[in-house]
Structure formats: C-alpha cells, structure tokens
C-alpha cells in the first residue's frame, strides 16, 4: 500500500475514532458548565420537561456534620433547623455551615440555603416572579432580582428559607431539593 492509501486510511480511522468519542459525551447528562456555556443558559426560563431531572442523589450527613448544624441553629435561636434529603444537584456535598444574626446558611458546593424565623427577602429590586409547587403543603417564588440573581423563596413550618447559587443550575434540581427538606434529628 503506498503512502497515500496509509494516510487516507489513518485519517478516516481518526475521524472514526473521534466522532464515536463525541457521541459518547453527548450521550451523557454533564451538568457541569464552562464559562462560556454558563454565559448562554438562562436560569430564569421556565424548565423544559426532563430539564436539570437527573436522578435525585440522596446527601448523607456525618455525625459532626449533624452537629455543626445544631449548633447553628442554637446560636441563631431557631427551635429546628431543616436539611435537605437530596442534593441541590449532580455530586452536591455539604461545604461549611454559617450563622448570620438568626439566619443558618447551610453551603453546598451547588449552592446555598438560608433560614430563618424572620422573612427573607431579596435585597435588590424585583425584575420578576414565578410561583411554583414544592409539594403538598408548600408552595415557593422563584425571585429574580435586577441584578440577575435568581433565588427560591418558600416558607415552611414557620420557618423562612432562601435557596440560591452563584453558579448556573437547575431550577427542578433545588425545587426536588426544597421539597425533600427534613427537620434534623
């Protein structure tokens, strides 16, 4: 076989070889984003069937994790403090919990969420609202503030709770998120 003959073979083996690879990245739900495919979702659009709908993934939370939550709540006065049963995403894990005044922030690396016995509300002007159902006897607000920042606004139990990110996500993934809040035991 002459030089020719090789080469063409090699090359449609590569493009073979890297169209097969393409199809496979394609295939898989990533919710990870670039920065330049961050720029161009919107998280403010209403969800498409199936859109950010992966398989819930169950957060656990270790003994001292546990604790450090509690004793976040004691601090900011709260008789109970909820936790989320799934993750505000793909891969979601507790990062740091924090106490402001009477508010507990718990931090994911998805995201945040904030309660509070005192009403949260967004601290810019409103650009828009969407009511949504979390479940039976919750209902929330998704808020979107002048400044871009989107935050899920819902009240349970008589407690006030603010869900948002600094990063692109889902809105199915932190309404399943709100949904399977629990109190700490």
Known sequence: MNYKGKALITGLLFGALLAGCS???????????????AQNQNVNSTNNAGEGMTEAEPLSYTAEQKNEISEA??????????????????DDYLDRVEVKDNQVRIVFIRGSITQ????????????????????????????????????LYFEKDGLYFSMNSARTFFQADYERAAASLEPLK
Do not use: C, F, H, M
């Not at 496979?24 to 670039?34: A, F, G, I, K, Y």
């Not at 509300?121 to 209902?139: G, H, Q, R």
């Open 23 to 37: 199809q496979n990245e394609n295939s898989t739900l990533d919710n990870s984003t670039s920065p330049e495919t």
């Open 73 to 90: 709540a004691k601090k900011a006065r709260l008789d109970k403090v909820y936790i989320p049963t799934v993750g505000l995403g793909v």
């Open 116 to 151: 509070s016995k005192e009403e949260l509300k967004p601290t810019n002007e409103i650009a828009s609202t969407k009511e949504v159902e979390l479940s039976k006897n919750v209902s929330g607000k998704w808020i979107t503030e002048e400044n871009g920042a989107t935050s």
